[in-house]
């Protein structure tokens, strides 16, 4: 008997559901997508609180009346009680604590500063109708110039993928998070040469799900610019 669909609520421009939904569809998981926009405000409607997540976040999900938010409880909920190939989230040679402890390091690094920089230089204005402030765009791009290096240095070493030659959960969120800055203008792989083949690694191991999802991201980021552009420039 085939799998019932999840309902599954996100937003291309959020990084966490960008790599949950490739994760959906490289797995073969039945899924009912439902956008919802951050643009619009509308993850932070009353209905979205009491229909979908009592949180306000994206992504989340229903799985056929249980409702969850979160990215991380909602890739571990997957793996429990779906059928997800075991190299994203594998038992051998310790990888579920390497990749535990990767997402653990995200939270309060990489993801913080790919989140902050994409905020002060593309969604604050875009949600102000105005400029990106130049003193806060520079201090977040410094915070991301770090943690672009600590994750070289930490985590990208002698091998193709994060815990090894296989690829994992730990790289697609990963690339998801450096795509934040990088569709928005920034180039994260400058003198990190071990980052620039990562990427490209993860990103042909990822094929067409990839080019899918972070196609229509760039359109929706290319969409919404250019409507911020007219608006700045009748205040002109």
């Known amino acids: 008997m085939p799998m019932q ?8 421009l ?5 790599a949950l939904y490739i994760l959906l569809e490289a797995s073969k998981i039945p899924f009912e997508p439902v956008q919802i926009s951050l643009l619009k405000g509308e993850h932070l409607t009353g209905e979205y609180r009491d229909k ?4 306000k976040r994206i992504p989340a999900i229903n799985d ?5 938010s979160e990215s991380v409880a ?5 793996v429990r009680e779906k059928i997800v190939p075991e190299h994203w989230y594998p038992r051998k040679n310790l990888g579920r604590s390497r990749i535990d402890e990767y997402l653990e390091w995200r939270q309060r ?3 913080v500063a790919s989140t902050d920089y994409f905020q002060q230089k593309w969604l604050v204005p875009y949600l102000q109708k105005t400029r990106a402030n130049e003193n806060s765009v520079n201090g977040a791009a ?5 943690n672009l290096n600590d994750f070289e240095n930490l985590f990208l070493q002698s091998n193709k993928f994060i815990i090894g030659d296989t690829i994992s959960y730990a790289d697609l969120l990963a690339i998801c998070e450096v795509d934040q800055p990088k569709y928005i203008g920034y180039n994260p792989f400058i003198k990190r040469n071990k980052l620039s083949k990562w990427y490209d690694a993860v990103r042909e191991e990822l094929g067409p799900f990839y080019k899918d999802v972070s196609g229509e991201f760039e359109s929706k980021l290319r969409t919404a610019e250019k409507g911020h552009n007219e608006v ?3 205040k002109q």
């Open 14 to 18: 959020n990084q966490s559901s960008r």
């Open 64 to 68: 056929h009346g249980f409702q969850l």
């Open 74 to 78: 909602i890739f571990r909920h997957l």
């Open 232 to 234: 700045i420039s009748m």
């Open 142 to 146: 410094k915070q991301l110039e770090r």
């Open 109 to 111: 690094n990489l993801g």
């Open 5 to 12: 669909p999840i309902k599954f609520y996100y937003d291309v």
């Open 52 to 55: 979908v997540t009592r949180f």
